[in-house]
């Protein structure tokens, strides 16, 4: 049993889009929205992607990125709340953090598919050589 899990949890790394779809699917049929659903899907995806794409730059090309990852969300966090109190003059707290979050996800998302394009590149040409 606890195989299974494993399996489903290290495929789910490799391939955060599944999760992002299976959410998306379930969130639609619940919701009937599909904008609903799109931010439901991005915010787990999103959690799954701070782990994903750690993973994937270090089995590609041996860097260890987790604290460079937790420093860049921070830089962006406090980028983004300076711009928020400087248009609005005030901070609402739950907008804020959902705006960051799904910038969050364009950026994991970006870099995910980054790497995913390099790593194929860098095993063609060990394989062509």
């Keep these: 049993m606890s195989n299974i899990?494993?399996?489903?949890?290290?495929?789910?790394?490799?391939?955060?889009?599944?999760?992002?779809?299976?959410?998306?699917?379930i969130s639609r049929k619940g919701t009937g929205k599909s904008s609903i659903a799109f931010g439901h899907a991005?915010?787990?995806?999103?959690?799954?992607?701070?782990?994903?794409?750690?993973?994937a730059i270090q089995s590609l090309f041996q860097i260890e990125t987790r604290g460079s990852l937790v420093a860049m969300a921070l830089i962006i966090s406090v980028i983004?709340?300076?711009?928020?109190?400087?248009?609005?003059?005030?901070?609402?707290?739950?907008?804020?953090?959902?705006?960051?979050?799904?910038?969050l996800f364009l950026v994991l998302t970006l870099t995910y598919f980054a790497v995913w394009c390099l790593g194929l590149i860098v095993r063609l040409v060990k394989y062509l050589n």
Excluded: G, H, Y
Aim: aromatic share 18%.
């Design 80 to 103: 983004l709340t300076f711009l928020d109190w400087k248009s609005k003059n005030e901070i609402e707290l739950l907008p804020l953090i959902k705006k960051i979050w799904r910038f």
């Design 5 to 25: 899990i494993q399996s489903v949890i290290s495929f789910l790394l490799v391939f955060p889009i599944v999760m992002f779809l299976i959410v998306f699917i």
């Design 42 to 55: 991005a915010d787990v995806t999103t959690f799954l992607l701070f782990f994903t794409v750690p993973i």
